[in-house]
C-alpha cells in the first residue's frame, strides 16, 4: 500500500526529534540525581529507574504547561505534586490520563512514545500491545510475528491497515468514522486494495473537490460532464464527445506517441479499414475481441446478432465485405442495406442485368421468419425501382411500368419515374431515345455536376474504340439536349429516389467503444507524514486503554 521504507523512516526520524528533544531539556535541567527513596516512590507507579523517572517528569511538565487552568486545576496540581517528588499512587494516573485526551494527536502519539521507550506501562495488556506497535518503527513486522489479530478502533484498524499494505483491511463498519478525517492517499491505497468499494460511499464523508475524485474512482457512470471538466478527466470527455456524436478535439494522442483510440474509431465507423491494425492494438482486450470476430466474420457476410444490430459497425463492415452474388435482404437490416447499395452498385458499375437480379430479391415471396425489415420503409420502393430500371434495359417496358406501379402505391417520388415509363410506351421506338439513365451510363450519380469531366476521362480511354466512342457521343448529346430541354434531367429515368438510403448510419460503433474506465489514481504514494498523522489518531483512540490505577508491578526489584 504505502512505501514501507518511506513510512519507516518517517516514524525513525519522530523518535530521534524526541530523543533530540528530550536530551535538550535534560541538558537544559540542573544536573540532579534522583534519590533512592524518590525512585521507590516511582516504582509504586510502575516507573522503573531514574531514567524512566526523567522521561517521566518531562511528560508531565510537558502536559502541565500545556494544559489550560480552566477546569483542569485538580489535574494540574497532581502533576505539581508528581513533578515535586510526592506522586499519589491514586490520583496520578486519572490526571494523567485526563490531561493526555485534551492533548493535540501529535502531543498524544510524543508522550506515548516517550513513556514506552522508558517502558512504563500506564497501559492496559491490550493497550500495551497497541502502543508497542504504533510506537515501533517496523509496526508491519511486529504484526506479521502476532500470533493474534490485535483489534482496536476505527483509527488503529486504519493503521494496520496502512502498515500491511493492505492485507488487513478496515471493518466496513468503522470506515465512515475513518473516511471523515484519513488523508487522501491512505484512502485511494484502499480503493486500490479493495479495501473501499462503491458501495461505501467514501464521498459522502468527503469535501466537495474530493468527492467528485472519489466518485470518479469509483462510480465513473455518475460523474457528469461538467464535473468531468472540473477534473480535467481528458479520457472520459473525449469518450463522451465520440458517444455523442461532438467533434472531437485534435491532438488525443496518448503521451507515448499512441493513436488515439476515438480518432482510430471514427475513421473505422465511417468505412475507413486501412487502420484497423492500429485500432486493434489501442483498444481494450474485450473490445479486441470484438473487432477480431467482426473481421472474421466478413469473409461470408455471417455476423453475430449483436453486430448486425450495431448500426455503428455498418460502414466497416461493408466495406469488409465484398459480396459475390445476390444478398439476401431478408436476413436483417445490415443485408437489406448492404443488397440495395449492392444493387445500386452494380448499375454504375454498368452491370445493370446483375443489378436487377439484386433488386429482385427484395420482391420475392416471404419465408416463415425472413421479412424485410420494417425499419427502412423506403428500400421495398427503391427496390421495385432498381428492378424497373433493369427492366428498361432490356426494353421491357411492360414489365417496368408493373413494377413502378407498385413503387408508386408507396411513395411519391417514384410517380414521375412512372410517368415516363408509360409516355414511352405510347411512343415508337424509333421515336424515341434510348430508356437508360445518361449520368448512369457514365458510372455517376443522376444529376451529377461532375459528368463532362467523367465523360472526357472516358473519351481518353476509348480513343481507339470507334462503337465506345459513339456510344460517349450519343450519350453527352443527350445530356446536352436535356441542357436545352425546360424540363431537364426530369426527361431520365431517376435512379436512385431517395440517397439517404444508400448513405451509411452515423451511429456510433458501441459494440468496440471501450468502457468507461474510473479516473486513475492521481495522489501520490501514501508519504510518511501521511502515516504519521494516521499513527496520532491511533494514538488518540488508544488514550481508552489508559490505566487508571498503577500497575500490578514486583515493586521490590532491582532499579540497575
Not at 477546569?71 to 497532581?78: A, C, N, V, Y
Not at 473490445?287 to 450495431?310: C, T, V
Not at 405510347?426 to 455536376?449: Q, V
Not at 438510403?501 to 468507461?516: C, F, G, H, K, Q
Request: net charge negative.
Amino acid at each position: 500500500m504505502t512505501d514501507p521504507v518511506a513510512a519507516r523512516k518517517a516514524a525513525i526520524a519522530a523518535e530521534k526529534l524526541r530523543l533530540a528533544e528530550q536530551r535538550q531539556r535534560r541538558e537544559a535541567a540542573p544536573s540532579l540525581r534522583t534519590s533512592g527513596f524518590l525512585l521507590r516512590k516511582w516504582r509504586w507507579l510502575g516507573v522503573n529507574g531514574e531514567d524512566a523517572v526523567h522521561a517521566v517528569s518531562e511528560v508531565l511538565e510537558e502536559l502541565q504547561n500545556a494544559s489550560d487552568s480552566d477546569g483542569g486545576s485538580r489535574h494540574e496540581e497532581q502533576l505539581r505534586k508528581a513533578i515535586a517528588g510526592s506522586p499519589e499512587a491514586d490520583s496520578l494516573l486519572p490526571a494523567v490520563g485526563a490531561l493526555l485526551k485534551r492533548s493535540t494527536p501529535t502531543d498524544v502519539l510524543r508522550h506515548l512514545r516517550t513513556l514506552h521507550a522508558a517502558g512504563v506501562e500506564w497501559l492496559t495488556p491490550e493497550g500495551a500491545s497497541r502502543q508497542k506497535v504504533l510506537c515501533s518503527t517496523a509496526p508491519s513486522l511486529l504484526l506479521a510475528r502476532s500470533s493474534r489479530s490485535l483489534t482496536g478502533g476505527p483509527a488503529y484498524s486504519l493503521f494496520t491497515s496502512v502498515a500491511m499494505g493492505g492485507a488487513v483491511p478496515v471493518p466496513r463498519a468503522m470506515l465512515p468514522e475513518v473516511l471523515r478525517w484519513a488523508p487522501l492517499p491512505v484512502v485511494d491505497d484502499l480503493i486500490e486494495h479493495g479495501g473501499i468499494l462503491s458501495e461505501d460511499s467514501p464521498w459522502a464523508y468527503r469535501p466537495d473537490s474530493e468527492a467528485v475524485y472519489l466518485r470518479a474512482r469509483l462510480v465513473p457512470g455518475e460523474v457528469t460532464q461538467d464535473e468531468a471538466r472540473v477534473l480535467k478527466w481528458t479520457s472520459f470527455l473525449r469518450r463522451a464527445d465520440f458517444v455523442s456524436g461532438r467533434d472531437l478535439e485534435p491532438g488525443g494522442s496518448d503521451s507515448d506517441g499512441r493513436p488515439d483510440v476515438y480518432e482510430l474509431l471514427l475513421e473505422a465507423s465511417v468505412g475507413d479499414a486501412t487502420r484497423l491494425q492500429e485500432l486493434d492494438a489501442a483498444l481494450p482486450e474485450e473490445q479486441r475481441i470484438q473487432l477480431r470476430n467482426l473481421k472474421a466474420g466478413s469473409y461470408e457476410g455471417n455476423w453475430q446478432r449483436h453486430f448486425l444490430a450495431d448500426r455503428g459497425l455498418w460502414a466497416l463492415m461493408s466495406t469488409l465485405w465484398d459480396p459475390q452474388a445476390t444478398v439476401d435482404p431478408r436476413l436483417s437490416d445490415f443485408h437489406a442495406w448492404t443488397a440495395i447499395r449492392r444493387a445500386y452498385d452494380l448499375v454504375i458499375e454498368g452491370q445493370v442485368e446483375e443489378a436487377g437480379q439484386q433488386a429482385a430479391a427484395f420482391d420475392r415471396l416471404p419465408k416463415p421468419g425472413k421479412q424485410l425489415p420494417s425499419s427502412m420503409p423506403g428500400m421495398l420502393s427503391e427496390a421495385l425501382n432498381l428492378a424497373a430500371y433493369s427492366a428498361l434495359a432490356r426494353e421491357d417496358l411492360q414489365g417496368a411500368d408493373r413494377l413502378m406501379e407498385r413503387a408508386a402505391a408507396l411513395t411519391d417520388e417514384a410517380s414521375g419515374n412512372l410517368a415516363l415509363i408509360r409516355v414511352w410506351r405510347t411512343t415508337p421506338k424509333n421515336s424515341r431515345d434510348p430508356l437508360t439513365n445518361p449520368y448512369l451510363d457514365l458510372g455517376l450519380p443522376h444529376g451529377s455536376a461532375d459528368w463532362e469531366t467523367r465523360y472526357r476521362e472516358l473519351v481518353r480511354e476509348s480513343r481507339f474504340d470507334t462503337v465506345k466512342y459513339a456510344r460517349l457521343n450519343m450519350i453527352r448529346g443527350r445530356l446536352d439536349e436535356a441542357r436545352r430541354h425546360e424540363a431537364g434531367d426530369g426527361v431520365f429515368f431517376r435512379l436512385p429516389l431517395d440517397h439517404t438510403i444508400y448513405e451509411a448510419p452515423d451511429d456510433v460503433p458501441r459494440s468496440l467503444v471501450p468502457p468507461l474506465e474510473p479516473l486513475t489514481r492521481r495522489t501520490p504514494a501514501t508519504s510518511g507524514a501521511d502515516m504519521e498523522a494516521v499513527r496520532a489518531r491511533a494514538a488518540v483512540e488508544i488514550l481508552q486503554d489508559f490505566r487508571t490505577t498503577p500497575p500490578r508491578l514486583d515493586r521490590h526489584s532491582s532499579t540497575s
